[in-house]
């Protein structure tokens, strides 16, 4: 069942729990600011916010760290060479970051589309984007939001935990109604996204984690999880 996009309530929860993360969590040198880590040398320097958004797909950031390198130092830096690229030399540099057959189809796909479709200075549409195989919501709006400076929510699998963990959703939130909770819930800042998305993704990875460190977390008061594990372990004490 669809979530309820939308309360005063709801609301104010998402604002609170942004400004919390933003005073309680340290400054996080990897992503700066909340901007895509971008090491440079990529002609158009978008894409390679395109290459990062489909190499994260399913594995760490850090293979995406160590992959970048390997394909600016073989070459593949514009959108043309990427495209011109022969499959298995595509595979072999881009083999760091896992699944790495369906990674270069899904990234010859997109420099073929932007080749066809975009000028230099234009935007993609978020359907088109989409109507690509191995082109996901996430993928897409990471492309939109760090690669074009669209407004476009990312409401990836962390943003997703921390709103049930929270309490503010159900266990069954899906991708389109958190990113409709968080873009209604937010003013419509690319930069605002931007932070917020990157204070998620640094609480998810450092307390928030599969194993939460609930007792290092500036949430926990308001925290569902937190505070039926908190009721539980009082109940025991009694
Ligand atoms: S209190 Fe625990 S479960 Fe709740 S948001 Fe913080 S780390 Fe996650």
């Known amino acids: 069942m669809a979530e309820t996009p939308l309360t005063g309530e709801r609301t104010a929860s998402i604002l609170a729990v942004f400004q919390l993360l933003a005073d309680g969590l340290p400054p996080d040198r990897s992503w700066p600011g909340g901007d895509w880590p971008l090491i440079g040398g990529f002609k158009p320097d978008w894409l390679e916010v395109v290459l990062g958004s489909v190499l994260t797909q399913n594995t760490r950031w850090e293979n995406v760290e160590n992959t970048i390198p390997r394909m600016k130092s073989r070459g593949l830096v514009t959108l043309e060479e990427v495209h011109r690229c022969p499959l298995g030399e595509l595979e072999s540099a881009i083999r760091p970051a896992g699944f790495f057959r369906q990674k270069t189809r899904t990234i010859k796909g997109l420099a073929g589309f932007f080749l066809r479709h975009i000028d230099p200075n234009g935007i ?5 984007l989409l109507a ?5 919501f996430e993928t897409a709006d990471s492309i939109l939001l760090y690669g074009f400076n669209r407004p476009e929510f990312v409401a990836d699998a962390y943003s997703r935990r921390l709103l049930r963990r929270l309490g503010i959703v159900g266990p069954n939130i899906e991708y389109a109604d958190a990113k409709l909770l968080f873009e209604s819930c937010l003013k419509q800042e690319v930069h605002l996204y931007k932070t917020f998305h990157a204070l998620i993704v640094q609480h998810a990875k450092q307390i928030c ?3 939460p460190l609930c007792g290092q977390c500036p949430l926990r008061q308001d ?3 937190y505070l039926r594990g908190q009721r ?3 109940r025991e004490a009694e």
């Open 223 to 225: 925290c569902q999880t």
């Open 124 to 128: 993609p549409r978020r359907e088109d």
């Open 132 to 136: 690509l195989k191995g082109v996901g």
């Open 209 to 211: 984690r599969k194993r």
């Open 232 to 234: 539980k372990l009082d």
